[in-house]
């Protein structure tokens, strides 16, 4: 086989295809979709000190670029289907999902490409069963329940600037809470965000909501419905990761859409690093997120909230790790159609994210509250595409000690605007 040539094994990969397919005629027909977004925005940030405008990838993973691959069948004489699910994510090395900062957005003529899932499910009147790299149930569940579906100006999660400098602080070098050797002060806004029940999403990379917000891989039942409009699901994924959401869409007095959604998550076995495996060794999440529009008038508003806390180990609790944070976030808005292009869209948003700071304790941080603030215009142009602007507003405020007060509490603000677009496909 080894020197079997390319074009030989092709042709016999196709051959076995084809006669595989032939073969069997009696199948039922499948159906594949291929669905997604591209998402590329233009930014322009002011971090106190020094300014400047980048094109970059737009919010991160999940709502930034992805295109899916999905398939579904019908199994003959069982009662069930089955189907797959495949996404592809095209993604910059300046993404702010990935955290660069002011000082690494080098030109780049190239993306990677990445794949954020891949499982297949079966599905009949016992539910769904879902078995691969896949959302969990806890995933997006303070994010989805937006009934004005403006996701992606705005969510839950701080997205934009996380991996940035925080400037003025009397601080002169990057390090991880001066536990690397460096300037203690010298911080990312990141690690006042930082999450416990994904440890992947601390330092540079925290975003401060939904906070299992990854994909993982695992097995997800989704329940069947008795309700309607309700959703139960339960998932269990590598490594002790255990989550059960429920999520109820329905329509008040014929013309309010509401949705709540709710989670609870824990994970038995951080596996993310320093801080997860040696300051704490498991950690729970409870996120909740309601939803409302008057579909007449436009009006509407999503509020969503986080509590997390963490089991510290003897370590944990001798630098001061800290093991118990929450968050909320909300918007309110009006969405219409005010001209004949498509809907438009005007919102304000502010958030507050607090005691994210983990392991800053060792460094005299007693507590932290970044706060975000933020204003937007959308403006959609069919179901196909959308351009739209968000300024935002990031201000860190921390207690502590008289050392770490006076440095981080001198951080200059960040503010960043983006014109972003967007094409559905």
Known sequence: MKNLKKSTLAAAVGSATLALAMSAPVQ??????????????????????DSDISQQSDNGTTLGSRITFSGTTDLQNTGMNAGF?????????????????QQ?????????????GSSVNVGGAFGKVTVGLQSMPTDNIAVLADPSATLWPSISPVFRGNGFMIQDTDAVSVTAGGLNGGDPFATTWG????????????????IGLDCNGIYRSGVRYDLPTFVD????????????????????????????????????AHNGGPNGGLASQVFYNSADNFQV????????????GTFAYQYEDASLTDLGRSINYEDSTDAYWGKIGIKKKFNAVGD????????????????????????SEVERLGIEVSQYFGSNLMLYGVWENLSL???????????????DDLDTFTLGLTYFF
């Open 28 to 49: 039922a027909e499948s159906s594949v979709d291929i669905s997604g977004w591209i998402n590329e925005g233009v930014m322009y940030w002011d971090d106190g000190v």
């Open 85 to 101: 699910e495949v996404i592809l994510e095209p993604i910059s090395n300046t993404t702010p999902l990935i955290f660069g900062n």
């Open 104 to 116: 690494n957005m080098p030109d780049n003529n190239a993306y990677d490409v990445g794949v954020l």
């Open 191 to 206: 690690n006042f965000l930082g999450c416990l029940t994904a440890p992947t999403l601390q330092g540079a990379g925290g």
């Open 229 to 264: 409009g309700l959703n139960l699901a339960v998932g269990a994924s590598n490594d002790d990761m255990y989550d059960v959401a429920a999520k109820y869409n329905t329509e008040l007095a014929g013309r309010i859409t509401t949705m709540l959604h709710l989670g609870y």
């Open 289 to 300: 997120q309601l939803g409302l529009m008057d579909q007449q008038t436009g009006i509407f």
């Open 344 to 367: 438009t869209s005007f919102a304000v948003q502010y958030g507050s994210y607090n005691d994210q700071y983990g392991p800053l304790g060792a460094v005299g941080v007693t507590g």
């Open 397 to 411: 405020d921390v207690d502590g000690s008289s050392a770490a007060a006076q440095s981080l509490d001198n951080g």
